[in-house]
């Protein structure tokens, strides 16, 4: 009994005096005991499946030389092992499971974020400098025109293609698009052609035909030296040397194009450069310093579409904020008397716009806004012709009309609870002391409200400072900027200039996405500072 | 208006007095009107204001072959048609959708709320170094959303598949997982105020009797705090089927697409789309939702107010 007594005073508030080693050890005897054995087979079967999944995690990392990764999933798996089967450390034990997720998913990301800002990486970037030359190397192959004739069969291992060469000599060499040719063991030859060796399955002539586009496109490196170019067959049956215009000079490290003599070289840019500037893409991904941040802010075309898409994020943001508010506020006065009958109805029918997934309402918005077809102007306005969402101008006004329709009920519920919870005798001493209603109103209420709604209201500015799904599904960012050589829109915010940046188009530019997201974070983390300092809403934790 | 009318309205008797002045007085329109009937028109405004828009999903959604053009003449037709076409349409899987969107938003509520909760209670019931630091951080990291790291996210995943098909890039798991990265976030802090309002006398006299921590959580906590979970699942649950961009940039193939992903594909030219097959997609994506929506109303508007006026 007193064991158990000693337990409770463990979890008690921080003023109770700290319990000894003795009363610890006590309490966690106790708890232990108390836990039952369903509670310790369940836990070990739950760390039982955790490890299995480790140590199959660890050895796939293993296999693909992962050292890093594998480090850091056996320390984390330790952890945890060592957390649940500790008879301390009870909050960890509540806490592991949220934060590994919190960890990986949202502080790494964050770093990570960081970390391709500074690189170049996006289309033509995507890769090491050893995969950029091979790849252009391998887009560059044309056929020798002496090249003799090689017997080749298709073969396949797992879900790989491979060819199965057999040299003018009579040698079997096998070989796949990663992994250049060498010896095939165990060669069975039908004439002077081997058709078939160890590992590998041979293609019959209908599967080759069935499977005609994947064969064509097989390039089989002749050796490591990608300068000795590759076998590729155009039947399935022949093969024959290409080599590439490229000649790749490791030594030096440049490319030289046969053809026209020009030499390439690696001039720190992240992609062979001649001496022109022009660039063999694909490059590689290379540390590029502060260059997508100084791009984004010096480079004109890139710089004038950032100002506008910030000033309008914080002019949407606030804007939206103010018109919910205010019309929600209004509402919450207006339906806050006990006299009205059927304000449950009321209610009810005015929160359904939230209650219904925001995409789907901007996208029935994006309809019903559609200047020839849709029902405001076809219906409404009787066949007006008004470009609600395709000037700029007018799609800003419809894109906070729609996201006030959205967000009204939402503070209308808010401020209805907010003011329900001002006592009703603040009003009535006022009253008796001779304030005017209005008076009551602005000097009484609305503080009183504005304590409690503060941090609301800065959630919801933080919301809608990233609020993709309006103007994505509403304007799409549009109407489009002709000038940016981005494709960024008059009506977009900075996160959809993010997605545009880093999805949409031709060019996919991860890294000055990154930037954008970066230049985001500060942005976000100096109003919440200043934000926070002003509410002190951080004091009420203890 | 407003001052003069609310002057009116507390003329009658402050609070509750009034309705029981009022059955002594003739009805006048006059002194009704300016004390409560003024407010009808306001709701019955807002009403409008609110619904026309699910009036016009409605009525399209029930136009058997409607272009949008064709949606602008309310209920003038009235089939089940374009259900029936969303529903069958080979080149549109909404079924498909609908199921992803059910399991992952559901799976991804129930994870959260489970995460979240296990937070909340040992913030709310243990004191431990670092519990004020643990929760600013978590307020704070909070404070950059997701879908900005949205590159990072999706680069980590491209790299995961590459090593775990199973729980890469393309798979529901993953993203759940990537939506689990939120579950320590403001809903803990929601659960954790909620969870402070339950006496820990209960847990002590649970602790007397003998049961363990895990078995107070279980068994005793999660009950009393049921409204909230039920407040956070939901709004959780509502978040996933909403999330947009994450969910675009990591489901690569049509048949793994999320409603908000497959439907704005849809029409993401509205002229040319079949717009009464949309129409018919959206209402039946929505209605589950609303449902649950009206059903916890009670618990939500709760789980608001208890924030607004924490």
Known sequence: ???????????????????????????????????????????????????????????????????????????????????????????????????????????????????????????GH???????????????????????????????????????????????????????????????????????????????????????????????????????????????????????????????????????GTVYSDTGVGAFTAEDGTKLLPGWQITVGFDNFV?????????????????????????????????????????????????????????????????????????????????????LLGGADIPWLTDPWLAKVSILLVNLWLGFPYMFLVCMGALQSIPEDIQEAATVDGAKPWAVFRLIKLPLLLVTVAPLLIASFAFNFNNFNTIYMLTDGGPRDANAPIPVGFTDILITMVYKVAFTGQTRDYGLASAYSIIIFIVVAVISIIAFRRTKSLEELN | MDASTRAHASVGGPGGGAPLQLPKKPFNFGRWFSAT????????????FALFPIVFVVSSSLNPHGTLTGSNALFSKIGLESYVRILTDPQVPFTTWFGNTLIIAGVTAVCTVFLGALAAYSFSRMRFTGRRFGLISIVVVQMFPQLLAVVAIFLLMSAVGDLFPAIGLNTHVGL?????????????????????????????????????????????????????????????????????????????????????????????????????????????????????????????????????VK
Request: charged share 15%; glycine share 8%; no cysteine.
């Open chain 2, 176 to 308: 759940i997982m990537v939506y689990l990265g939120g579950a320590l976030g403001v809903n803990t802090y929601l659960m954790y105020g909620f969870f402070n309002t339950v006496p820990a006398s209960i847990d002590e006299a649970a602790k007397i009797d003998g049961a363990g921590h895990a078995r107070i959580f279980f068994t005793i906590i999660l009950r009393l705090v049921a409204p909230i979970l039920a407040v956070v699942a939901l709004l959780s649950f509502i978040a996933s089927v909403n999330e947009f961009v994450v969910a675009s940039v990591l489901l690569v193939d049509t048949d793994k697409q999320t409603l908000a992903v497959g439907l704005t594909k849809l029409v993401s030219n509205p002229r040319y789309a079949d717009w009464s097959a949309f129409s018919a997609g959206a209402v039946m994506a929505a209605l589950p939702v609303v449902a649950l929506f009206l059903f916890l109303q009670k618990y939500i508007v709760g789980g608001l107010t208890a924030g607004a």
């Open chain 1, 1 to 123: 009994m007193s064991t158990a007594t000693d337990d409770v005073r463990e979890d008690a508030p921080p003023k109770a005096p700290k319990p000894t080693k003795q009363q610890r050890r006590a309490a966690s005897i106790a708890d232990q005991a108390s836990g039952g054995i369903k509670m310790l087979l369940i836990k070990i079967v739950a760390l039982g499946i955790v490890d299995a999944l480790a140590l199959f995690a660890v050895f796939v990392l293993i296999s693909h030389e992962q050292w890093l990764v594998t480090g850091v999933v056996v320390a984390v798996t330790a952890l945890v092992n060592w957390i649940y089967f500790s008879r301390r450390k009870l909050p960890a034990k509540y806490l592991t499971p949220g934060v590994i997720f919190l960890v990986v998913f949202q502080v790494f990301v964050l770093g990570y974020t960081a970390y391709i800002a500074f690189t170049n990486y996006g289309t």
């Open chain 1, 126 to 260: 995507n890769g090491t400098k050893e995969q950029a030359v091979s790849s252009l190397m391998a887009s560059s192959l044309e056929r020798v025109p002496d090249s003799p004739t090689y017997g080749v069969t298709v073969v396949e291992r797992g879900d790989e293609l491979g060819l199965l060469v057999t040299d003018p000599d009579g040698e079997a060499l096998v070989g796949t698009n990663e992994e250049p040719l060498h010896e095939a063991s165990g060669a069975q030859f039908d004439g002077d052609v081997a058709v078939s060796a160890d590992g590998w399955t041979s293609l019959k002539f209908a599967d080759v035909l069935a499977r005609t586009d994947e064969v064509t496109a097989l390039a089989v490196p002749y050796s490591d030296d990608p300068n000795d170019g590759a076998i590729r067959t155009p039947d399935g049956s022949k093969g024959y040397l290409y080599t590439s215009t490229l000649e790749y000079d490791a030594e030096a490290g440049t490319m030289t194009d046969l053809s026209t």
């Open chain 2, 37 to 48: 009937g003024w407010r009808h028109v306001v709701g019955v405004v807002m009403v409008v």
């Open chain 1, 295 to 379: 791009r984004a802010i010096t480079d004109t075309r890139l710089s004038g579409p950032l100002v506008y898409v910030t000033l309008w994020t914080f002019a949407f943001a606030l804007l939206s904020v103010a018109t919910t508010f205010f019309l929600g506020l209004f509402l919450a006065i207006v339906f806050n008397d006990m006299r009205m009958r059927g304000r449950k109805y009321y209610r009810t029918l005015m929160i359904l716009p939230y209650a219904i997934p925001s995409f789907l309402s901007a996208l029935v918005w994006a309809g019903m806004m559609n200047q020839s077809f849709g029902f405001i102007n076809q219906v």
